[in-house]
């Protein structure tokens, strides 16, 4: 049998291959920067600045150890204040939003559509807008440069701030049918029972949904924890990442791009670690009964 006769019975082969190439071609533009930033990390300072390629011509592991200790302090320091405070924003956010949204998608108050509206409204006011007096409230409140450096950065993540994960939550919760929540009210369930043994349980998509993007948005944050942040020894790993260039404008650019790379590695791991879970979140709009 010809190749000629295989393309005659399929019609269809030509366009698949032709929707594979460019989806490779896709696939290659939107990972070439990560190749060549692991590239660049085993490069030495100077085939950084003559050598743009994706393959080093010298192999240099030498700049992950001088990373990992190019300050006073272990740079594995930086990375467990991350993990602290992007672990305690993504258990402030995944309580304090649910509990939120419980209460503006399930329970019936005054003007509950009036504060639904208002807080769909403050997904209009950018960042950059708000840290001001976020600033000079938590200044005169003491928490700037207190013991306790990080409260600035999870005291809001506690209070349900995050207007768009309490939007994902409450457009969630309206895809649980209410039936459920009449037949646990006639079990003698009060609005606490019913949001734990049935919204709860039934939220788990929503809540892995706000786990995963709050770690990856914290993780990723700069310039709030900037603001925030004045001691080395609390530094993230944003903030830490640009000590690397001096104010003499000498950097280790070697050494930075392979903290870079080590800085990636939790976001892949947290969220290949919770996929299909997020998925499952994604897909489902309700309950089939």
């Given at each position: 049998?010809?190749?000629?006769?295989v393309?005659r019975?399929?019609?269809?082969?030509?366009?698949?291959?032709?929707?594979l190439?460019?989806l490779?071609a896709?696939v290659?533009?939107v990972?070439?920067?990560?190749f060549?930033?692991?590239?660049?990390?085993v490069?030495?300072?100077?085939?950084?600045?003559?050598?743009?390629g994706l393959?080093p011509?010298?192999?240099t592991?030498?700049?992950y150890?001088?990373?990992?200790?190019?300050f006073?302090?272990s740079?594995?320091?930086f990375?467990?204040?991350s993990?602290?405070?992007?672990?305690?924003?993504v258990?402030?956010?995944?309580l304090?939003?649910?509990?939120?949204?419980?209460?503006l998608?399930?329970?019936r108050?005054?003007l509950r559509?009036?504060?639904f509206?208002?807080m769909?409204?403050?997904?209009l006011?950018?960042?950059?807008?708000?840290?001001?007096p976020q600033y000079?409230?938590f200044r005169s409140?003491?928490?700037?440069?207190?013991?306790?450096?990080?409260?600035?950065?999870l005291?809001?993540?506690?209070?349900?701030?995050e207007?768009?994960?309490v939007?994902l939550?409450?457009?969630?919760m309206r895809g649980?049918?209410r039936?459920?929540?009449?037949?646990?009210?006639i079990?003698?369930a009060?609005?606490y029972g019913?949001f734990?043994?049935?919204?709860?349980?039934?939220?788990?998509?929503?809540?892995?949904t706000?786990?995963i993007?709050?770690f990856?948005w914290?993780?990723?944050?700069?310039f709030?924890?900037?603001?925030?942040l004045?001691?080395?020894d609390?530094?993230t790993?944003?903030v830490?990442?640009?000590?690397f260039i001096d104010?003499t404008s000498?950097?280790?650019?070697?050494?930075?791009?392979?903290m870079s790379v080590l800085?990636l590695l939790?976001v892949?791991?947290?969220?290949?670690?919770?996929?299909?879970?997020?998925?499952?979140?994604i897909n489902?709009?309700?309950l089939?009964?």
């Amino acid at each position: 049998m010809t190749a000629l006769t295989v393309a005659r019975r399929r019609p269809g082969s030509g366009r698949n291959v032709l929707r594979l190439v460019v989806l490779v071609a896709i696939v290659a533009v939107v990972l070439y920067p990560l190749f060549w930033m692991l590239g660049t990390s085993v490069k030495s300072q100077a085939e950084i600045v003559n050598n743009v390629g994706l393959l080093p011509e010298r192999f240099t592991p030498g700049n992950y150890l001088d990373g990992w200790t190019n300050f006073d302090i272990s740079f594995g320091r930086f990375f467990l204040n991350s993990a602290l405070v992007s672990g305690l924003t993504v258990v402030g956010n995944a309580l304090s939003c649910l509990l939120a949204a419980y209460a503006l998608g399930r329970l019936r108050f005054r003007l509950r559509k009036l504060w639904f509206t208002v807080m769909i409204g403050t997904l209009l006011l950018p960042g950059h807008v708000l840290i001001v007096p976020q600033y000079i409230l938590f200044r005169s409140l003491g928490l700037v440069g207190g013991d306790w450096p990080y409260l600035p950065l999870l005291v809001p993540q506690f209070l349900a701030t995050e207007a768009f994960f309490v939007f994902l939550m409450v457009q969630f919760m309206r895809g649980i049918p209410r039936e459920l929540d009449e037949a646990a009210t006639i079990d003698g369930a009060s609005p606490y029972g019913v949001f734990r043994h049935v919204i709860l349980p039934l939220s788990r998509p929503a809540l892995v949904t706000t786990a995963i993007f709050s770690f990856i948005w914290t993780w990723n944050d700069f310039f709030r924890q900037l603001v925030f942040l004045s001691s080395l020894d609390d530094y993230t790993v944003p903030v830490a990442l640009t000590l690397f260039i001096d104010s003499t404008s000498q950097s280790a650019v070697g050494p930075m791009f392979a903290m870079s790379v080590l800085s990636l590695l939790p976001v892949f791991l947290f969220f290949l670690a919770f996929q299909r879970m997020l998925v499952e979140g994604i897909n489902t709009s309700g309950l089939k009964g």
